[in-house]
């Protein structure tokens, strides 16, 4: 993949915008490369070979993603021109902080809530999780990446990292099967935010890719698309390689009881 502006070929073919199909299987090739299920952390634990310290380090460091999700789509709703797009978006950002119930009916406590809740069943004090003791170096200067690029580019190639949301769904089914099967050791409440995020993460992406679909006129527009999706892959990606290096002691999960 390029990001290089594209040179006018004879004929003016190769800077001919691809179809919106095209677009989409190039989208999945890319992920079928980059995104993180194929990360070996993720093949281990599906494969139930994680310690119980490795998977209370992944949790423990991807809380500092969840708990960022909410401040990078405040990032890219300051940049929807339009009432009806920021009505849709700001979804998103009650999806994981929650909302009040109308008129005293009971809310929703919101995904970052479930993500303590899981760190809970797995044996982490949410104590723990919020102080963001522990999180690795890599992981902040990925999560950092991800949104200053939100913050400095376009609303297309913001709203074009979160399409590995494509993706996540299946994952996330691979996941809870692969958590209830080898760890049973993580009391079951836990799985809700992945049970959740399931349908979540489908809406979401049917919507992005519609808004990406609607917003790319040129073959410029797609190779932008392109490189900000590859971006948000490396960001999970490194996120995984930094879990996967640290040890257990420098993250303070290390009690394998
Ligand atoms: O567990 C995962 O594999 C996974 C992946 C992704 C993703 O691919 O972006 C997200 C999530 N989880 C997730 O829980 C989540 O809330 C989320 C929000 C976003 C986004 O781009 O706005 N991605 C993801």
Redesign the pocket.
Known sequence: MSTAPSRPAPGGSRTRPWTPDELERRLRETAAER???RHPF?LRMHEGLLSRAELRCWILN?FH??RN?PI??AIILAKLDGRELRRSWIR?IH??DGRDGDGGAPGDAG?IER?LRLGEAAGLDRVLLLSGEGVLPAVRFAVDGYLNFCRLGSPLEAVA????????PD??VT?IGAWERHYPWIEPEGLR??QV?VQ??RR?ADE?LALVHRWTETRADQEKVLAAFAL?CDV?WTLLDAVEHASPERTGTADDR
């Open positions: 995104y993180h299920h993720n991807r993603y969840q999700i990078k789509d998103r999806d994981h995904g993500w990292s979160s399409l590995t949301e494509l993706f996540a994952l996330m996941r935010y992945f995020r979540q993460g979401d992005a948000k999970l």
